[in-house]
């Protein structure tokens, strides 16, 4: 079965710092990858997304990701944070293995960006 | 713009009543899905509509029932509602077979408190 682990929960780091947000995912067959961002009391709003083609993928809000085939991971990238990142974040893959109708879920990493 | 709307941001109801959450989107998307958001714990699907009058549980079933009677409209019942009940409820639709190349377009949530 296909699993998305959120390798840390919560990441502090301050304004201008440069962050990765880790997300590891398990699948026997080819994968699609999201990450979405939360800001408090809202919904989920999509980032980026890796289908195929460059492994390298760019998102809004100056965000961009890594497909890596070989260590299984899409880890989540920005060079220099703002207050305004301060969200969750989730990563999701496709659920090849049912139709494609569902999205499997990473519980979550808690961005922080403190002054 | 496209839009999943759901009826409510914030419900206080009392143990034991009848809870309805209504969730309507305007893209014609086939798919739409009923999660709940805990602290911790991710998104978990409670129920998932593929088509009008057509359900699948997710992983989290018990305790609600769903309803698709018009393709824009799904909503999410809770027959008895219950203190553990209390949570952040978040719609989101697909299209199908694009869920992998769209991923899901989410509403705002409800954050549903049971007293």
């Known amino acids: 079965a296909q699993s998305v682990t959120q390798l840390d929960s919560q990441v502090p780091v301050f304004e201008e710092a440069p962050v990765e947000l880790r997300c590891n995912y398990s699948s026997s067959v080819s994968v699609y990858l999201f990450w979405y961002v939360q800001y408090p009391n809202q919904g989920l709003q999509l980032l980026l997304k890796y289908l195929s083609g460059s492994t390298l993928v760019k998102g809004i809000n100056g965000f961009e990701a890594e497909f890596n085939k070989s260590q299984t991971s899409f880890h989540l990238r920005k060079p220099s944070v703002h207050i305004s990142d301060t969200a969750e974040y989730f990563c999701a893959v496709s659920d090849n293995a049912g139709n494609n109708r569902k999205l499997i879920w990473g519980l979550g990493t808690s961005l922080a960006v403190n002054p | 713009d496209v839009k999943v709307t759901q009826s409510s941001r914030y419900l206080v109801k009392r143990t034991g009543e009848k809870v309805f959450l209504e969730c309507v989107q305007d893209m014609d998307h086939e798919n739409m899905f009923w999660y709940r958001q805990d602290p911790g714990l991710g998104l978990r699907l409670i129920y998932f509509?593929?088509?009008?009058?057509?359900?699948e549980k997710g992983d989290i079933p018990e305790g609600y029932s769903v309803s698709r009677e018009k393709k824009e409209r799904f909503s999410l019942i809770l027959e008895s509602a219950s203190t553990n009940q209390t949570s952040m409820y978040l719609c989101?639709?697909?299209?199908?077979?694009?869920?992998?190349?769209?991923?899901?377009?989410f509403g705002s949530g409800t954050r549903l408190t049971v007293v």
């Open positions: 989101a639709s697909s299209l199908y077979p694009m869920t992998v190349n769209y991923g899901y377009t």
């Open positions: 509509s593929y088509d009008v009058k057509m359900k």
